[in-house]
């Protein structure tokens, strides 16, 4: 299907009728291949990165101006690290890269039949082909009126918001002579258990019970109250269900309280309330149960079917059906995996599905046919806490410190800029010995009497 | 002065009707003399630090939560540090100091009959003695309209609103079809010669001229226009005539336009007039051109002369005339010194007031005379780029690499915490040899065709 379409559209290119739009639309003779890439994640860097060398004009297009290594976001909003560790300039990172143009703006509808990417604030930008790899965003499964209340973990924005949050609460507990509402300044309830919302448990139960420890006098900051709710019968039910017990285990010992089989039924400003039955009043509310594709999905909608979870269904091939020169990879793209489930949101689904869309891309140039994606999973891992951790790596089920070794060498030697990995490494090895933390600075704040 | 209306003090408590926030105000028979400091700046750290293992209950108020170590503020708004590696939570830093309190709050007025300070958001705190010690803002002399344009320098939230703006302008630059909107964009005016002023000019010159260098497809970063104003006939005019010389010609080798006598006159949105005579077109004007004392100051106004830089002036013993239970210490004080100028409103002046203040107060509470502050003079320096600096320490006058060494010398050895030194260090040597800066990343943006 794919292959039929394209051959089509090498055939007959001036099929519709062409406005000046579109005549700069089409690639000149003797000009590259126009490549517009939608999203500096993991998915679009990789892509871009993959055609280096290539005759080849790409244009990357993010909202942001850096690249975000989103596994280490909790640290981030946990006080662990900086955002300038896990954050990295996109003009830095294709410095050297001569056939990437970086435009900084946000990408909002796609023409397809013009073959073009529409901006918020820019001129819109012409392709050959296209990759979309816009992420995802939270989804709070019909319930939106939810976000204002429980904060997601998916930008450094979000990171920050929750980080302050954080501080404010042990602050305004410092000083409130009301019992009932210093408690529920120190409770909070992290609704998901998967990755983010168990290693933000445990960053938040280190945090409290030795980081702050000694620096407040009127409360115990070890008294924090931390929920961890997972709908379902077990946390990590991606894992191996040993890890899943290995994790709770670990987060309990830390005194995480891990509350499975917990629906969130409704949610506002002081708490949440529980299978219809029972409320806990909150500090604060992190969302970490769910996500559905990018906004700008909604951009191809007219050509592409989406899933419940607003992703893009793609071919194995990770382009639209009948579209042969647009292709979705990462969190925001459906791609049929194993067993018929689609594969899942993480890193390494983005990354090497952003080089096999580029392999794809270079294919079609030479007028060959596109090869399937096929993912190697080298294995998940998560970490609870400073020395421990659940890995499933080739087979192997790792857990306590010897998983916690491979999570923190992976992670470094994942990390996208050689500065920061020496700068994350020493951050950890410094926690470690120390429990210290850095970055625990509250800014633009205005003290009034309402709080 | 001071001596006897602190004798007449202790021999007449009761001298004004006394109300209940009065008699609680009164120290007890057992309790220890309560020492209020206002701000944790240098000045009010050190003070606080000189009361450890003393019989003393001091409470320490700051509207911010952290010490922020300002000499380097400026590498945080010309994307060289995070700032983190700057500001230390003040809980941290006294979190083994059992008899220091911290309250993270603002101080709006000080009520020095019933002697206490009256809070933003909070009851207010009573004291026996008091150290104001809560720093210098920006002064426009009379112009405070400029504000909204020309952005002062004295704080994380200016750093990073700085930062983001020149970031911003570049991204905008990049993009704009418009050669002279481009120029605009590009040009950068620092109003004011003296360390700030020529600090910053000369990291935004390293950073425009090499860092972001390779960065831009569209415009050349290094054509970044850099003029720094100055309204006396020399930069530095607190030196030494040789160093400002040397430093004048470090910023020019860098393409730093460097204007003596030259008068801002007018300041808009878009631009600088100067001697109402001359226009420049700016894309970011920064304001350092002068200082006035916190605006708490005006809490003492009936009780204490302000200078017309809105400073309280102080005896020889740092107390209020007439209140030796009122120290005033750092930028906010006017301290007598040689030849009847004030001393300067450096780093130095601050520590070594606040530490004396606080002897003061312990003399005090033994019944015996204050002592004069002796202020001891290390000397002056400011850097400019990578590897130049001025120098003037102990007599001897340093210019470039050498001068260069001492700086980053003295000033790692005064980062407040160990971690931040070995950061700070790590971070210099890494962008020494690379040019290279973390932090170029851009938050909260939105993307809008107004731009």
Not at 136 to 150: L, P, V
Not at 166 to 177: P, R
Not at 179 to 192: A, C, D, I, M, S
């Amino acid at each position: 299907m794919y292959q039929e379409s394209h051959t089509r559209k090498k055939q007959e290119p001036g099929l519709a009728t062409q406005t000046t739009a579109e005549r700069a639309a089409t690639p000149t003779a003797t000009g590259p291949t126009r490549v517009v890439i939608i999203g500096g994640g993991f998915g679009g860097v990789d892509a871009a990165k993959a055609f280096k060398g290539h005759d080849v004009q790409v244009t990357l297009i993010d909202k942001r101006n850096y690249n975000l290594f989103v596994p280490l976001l909790y640290q981030v909003a946990s006080s662990q690290l900086s955002a300038e560790h896990i954050a990295e300039p996109l003009r830095h990172l294709f410095c050297h890269q001569k056939n990437v143009t970086i435009i900084f703006d946000e990408a909002v509808d796609i023409d397809e039949e013009n073959k073009q990417v529409v901006l918020a604030a820019n001129a819109p930008v012409s392709y050959d082909y296209l990759i979309i790899a816009a992420g995802a965003r939270d989804s709070y499964f019909g319930n939106d009126q939810w976000a204002e209340y429980a904060w997601g973990l998916k930008s450094l924005e979000d990171a920050h918001r929750i980080q302050q949050r954080m501080l404010l609460n042990y602050e305004l507990a410092e000083v409130t002579d009301d019992p009932e509402e210093r408690k529920r300044l120190l409770t909070y309830v992290l609704v998901g258990g998967g990755p983010t919302g168990v290693e933000m448990a445990g960053a938040i139960a280190e945090l409290s019970r030795f980081t702050l420890k000694k620096e407040y006098h009127n409360i115990d900051t070890g008294d924090t109250r931390i929920v961890l709710l997972e709908g379902l019968d077990r946390i990590f039910p991606a894992f191996d269900p040993k890890l899943s017990a290995a994790a709770q285990d670990a987060l309990e010992k830390l005194g995480v309280e891990v509350r499975t089989k917990a629906m969130v039924t409704s949610v506002d400003a002081t708490g949440v309330e529980i299978n219809k039955e029972e409320r806990i009043e909150a500090g604060l509310i992190i969302w970490a149960a769910g996500i559905q594709g990018a906004s700008i999905n909604q951009g191809v909608a007219d050509v592409a079917e989406l899933d419940r979870g607003k992703r893009i269904m793609v071919t194995p091939e990770l382009n639209i059906p009948g579209h042969p020169e647009i292709f979705v990879v990462g969190d925001t793209a459906h791609i049929p995996g194993p067993e018929g489930r689609p594969l899942p949101g993480v890193a390494q689904v983005a990354q090497q599905g952003g080089r096999a869309a580029a392999r794809n891309i270079l294919l079609g140039i030479k007028g060959e046919a596109y090869q399937p994606f096929v993912y190697k999973d080298y294995g998940s891992m998560a970490t609870i806490g400073r020395n421990r951790a659940v890995a499933d790596v080739g087979g192997m089920k790792l857990t306590g410190y010897p998983a916690w070794a491979v999570w923190a060498f992976i992670h470094i030697l994942r990390l996208v800029n050689f500065r920061n990995k020496v700068y994350v490494f020493w951050k950890w090895m410094w926690d470690y010995v120390g429990y210290n933390r850095s970055g625990r600075i509250i800014t633009d704040y205005k003290h009034d009497a309402e709080d």
